[in-house]
């Protein structure tokens, strides 16, 4: 604190909702600083469940959500997460950064279109218009969120996008109009978290998607249209690196990823199908079902240090009851040698074979026997589970400050 980013180490979906909102009860922002109605956060709190994809799911905690110049925004999600929030009696108004692009309907037909040219190459994108949203950004021919509010810019901008792309740009209207509901809330958001930050206030920055997704250091071409490391909370939110004071790395238990592209530890055996039902592993945006797999060590090492993650927050250990062994990769191997992992390089990583260590697992425990662990703390958990996540704090090299177990907040330990 006071500036603390909690960022994915993995291919998205590690749990960052529930770990931002325990976070963002001692703070009084929340930000999102990248991507858009891709994102999937659920949180829930007092058995309901709450889902976000355009506002950082820590708002339900009660602290400002904030969506910052490096989004993509989706007006429409936006409207109804507030009135998500109001329906919990949380009432906030979301500062909304003026630079912000907007998602057009034009982006989403653009995704779908790309993604069916690429026929059987298809990144399985979530279809939120992402990433010709972020084409449109890149090409300076992208409608911001100020625009809306000008009716002549966003007039002249509209025919320039309408000629660029040689379609009709629709849906713009209702859009400009729904801008006006946020009047007040478009705002130069970078002056107000440097001011935030530089008065001590605790602000919260929410990442999306994982490190694996990140377009310049993920699992390129298989991944997002957005950096979702921690440089672009910097980049994104307009403030210096010396305003983050610490950097939480949330990774689940095992490793699951949405959509195409190279995953060395991927079971595709009944055990991978075991742990897609025990863990609900199915898409909070598009409702697909998530490729699953053993945890992956030299991947999740990359990631922590290309985010400088200071502690660790582990999700989802719940799932992992009931197996008999767990297996965790620790290396990986190449042609009869053990190779070191300089870069998730797609090229490499589809070669490569992992090298597995293996740990007892620990019998299937009820729900009331979580609650308990729960109230109990770290202690009261089996043996073989806490030797499960020293195993991995001492692989990785980094503390593991949080243990979720349970998707309830409440329903978590901490070490
Ligand atoms: P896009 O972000 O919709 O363009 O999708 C690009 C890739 O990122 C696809 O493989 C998606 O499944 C993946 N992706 C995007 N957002 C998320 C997320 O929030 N969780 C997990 N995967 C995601």
Not at 45 to 52: A, I, M, P, S, T
Not at 135 to 140: I, V
């Amino acid at each position: 604190m006071p500036g603390t980013v909690v960022v994915g180490l993995q291919w998205g979906d590690e749990g960052k909702g529930k770990i931002s909102y325990l976070l963002s009860r001692e703070a009084e922002y929340v930000v999102r600083f990248q991507g858009g109605a891709n994102a999937g956060h659920t949180v829930v709190v007092d058995d309901k469940e709450l889902r976000f994809n355009m506002l950082p799911a820590g708002a339900a905690s009660g602290a400002r959500p904030c969506i910052a110049s490096g989004t993509v925004v989706d007006l429409n999600e936006v409207m109804e997460e507030v009135q998500l929030l109001k329906s919990i009696g949380v009432n906030v108004s979301p500062l909304i950064s003026r630079n912000a692009n907007i998602v057009l309907p034009i982006h989403r037909e653009l995704d779908s279109m790309i993604e069916g040219m690429r026929s059987g190459e298809a990144l399985g994108t979530t279809g939120r218009g992402i990433g010709p949203a972020y084409s449109d950004k890149a090409l300076r021919i992208g409608i911001r969120i100020e625009d809306l509010l000008h009716r002549e810019i966003l007039e002249n901008k509209v025919k320039f996008l309408e000629k660029a792309h040689g379609l009709k740009i629709t849906g713009i209207d209702e859009l400009a109009k729904l801008a006006e509901n946020f009047i007040e809330n478009i705002c130069s958001l970078e002056i107000i978290l440097n001011d935030l930050l530089d008065n001590g206030v605790n602000v919260i920055f929410e990442g999306a998607q994982g490190t694996l997704l990140d377009i310049d250091h993920g699992t390129y071409p298989y991944v997002t249209s957005s950096n979702t490391t921690v440089g672009a909370v910097l980049t994104s939110c307009g403030i210096g690196p010396r305003k983050i004071s610490e950097v939480v790395g949330v990774m689940k238990a095992y490793t699951t990823r949405v959509g195409a592209g190279v995953f060395p530890t991927e079971l595709k055996d009944e055990s991978g199908v075991i742990l897609r039902e025990r863990g609900r592993e199915y898409g909070t945006t598009t409702g697909r079902p998530r490729r699953v797999g053993w945890l992956d060590i030299p991947l999740t090492r990359y990631c922590i240090k290309i985010n400088d993650v200071d502690w660790i927050a582990l999700t989802k250990l719940d799932v992992l009851s009931g197996f008999d062994k767990l297996k965790i990769c620790v290396e990986y191997e190449l042609d009869g040698e053990t190779v070191k992992l300089t870069s998730p390089s797609v090229r490499l990583l589809e070669r490569v074979k992992p090298i597995y260590i293996e740990l007892d697992g620990w019998p299937k425990l009820s729900k009331k026997d979580w609650e308990e662990i729960s109230t109990k703390g770290w202690d009261s958990l089996p043996d073989n589970a806490r030797e499960y996540v020293e195993t991995i704090e001492e692989l990785l090299g980094k503390p593991i400050k949080i243990v979720s177990i349970g998707a309830r907040v409440g329903m978590e330990v901490v070490k």
